[in-house]
């Protein structure tokens, strides 16, 4: 793969990676929502519960979009590509087992973020269906990474399934930490779209602001270290195959993204005025889309070497 032909793919991840991320976001979403209640009701602090409750209606809002943009996919797969689906529907297969995760999830997720206010008297069992759908999220994308990487290979042992195993967890950890850190840094731009509609006060928004960017920051932290985790365990061949093109170069620029996104989230988390950085927030995730598009080009890359 020459220069240009790794730009034109690039390019035309850029859409897929959009949507991808909204649905990443959405599985982010009541992990950092019960993180902020659980905070709320340890430290005694009311706006950990607000910015746990906001957090929840952004993530219902993605959890649609989701839903309707798999949708979208699964009819274009199935009347495009059916040789696709009749690789995913026999039984049992692990597409299967994440799908039954991911239904769990939804149901949870949406009864969490729905009932906050009515829920309000009960804190204890609220926190208790946020912790489940927490871990239905992280369930589901221990499922579907390896599901995803096994996509087409033998059922026997073979290079490619030892291959594909060895990649499994550390990607599986990988997008388990981007879901949280793009959940947070959603909520970032969420907060200043919402600010004049619901209008907490500045005080809130300050430690909103600040909170969001800490906890997109974290999980940014460990999703890096990940990527040499993921660079360590490749076979030698892919290895070569990636540093030999400009598939290399591509890496390398997700890394840089990864640590600009980490450059504004530190100036937005450490100033004592967020609110005057407000734009940062959306530079951030444009940021971060950009970052997401490079690491859809290097798995779709990936997959095509097995």
Known sequence: MNSNETM?????????????????GAFGSPIIAVLGEIAAKSKKRVFYDKYGQQTGSMG????LLLLVIWGAAI????????QIISKLTPLPTPFM?????????????????STWKKMRSAKGMHIALGICAALASIITIAIAVPAKLMLGQPDTISPQNVFASSMALPMAVMYTLLTVSAAAAMG?????????????????????????ARWAFIPMVG???CQGWLFAVLPNTFRVMTME???GYVWLAAGILGLLCLFLWLLIARSKSPLRL???TFLALALMWLMHTMNATLFMNFMSMF
Not at 196 to 207: C, E, L, M, P, S
């Open 245 to 247: 093109t400009p598939l």
């Open 223 to 225: 999703f890096l270290a």
């Open 278 to 280: 407000k734009g940062l």
């Open 188 to 212: 970032c731009a969420y907060l200043v779209m919402r600010r004049n509609r619901d209008d907490f006060g500045r005080d809130y928004y300050n430690f909103a602001l600040k909170q969001a």
């Open 60 to 63: 219902r809002v993605l959890l």
């Open 97 to 113: 087992e994440a799908a039954i995760a991911f239904v769990i999830f939804l149901i949870f997720s949406l009864i969490h973020f």
């Open 8 to 24: 034109i793919m690039v390019v035309n991840m850029l859409g897929p990676a959009f949507f991808s991320l909204l649905g990443v």
């Open 75 to 82: 009819a274009i797969v199935y009347t495009r590509f059916p």
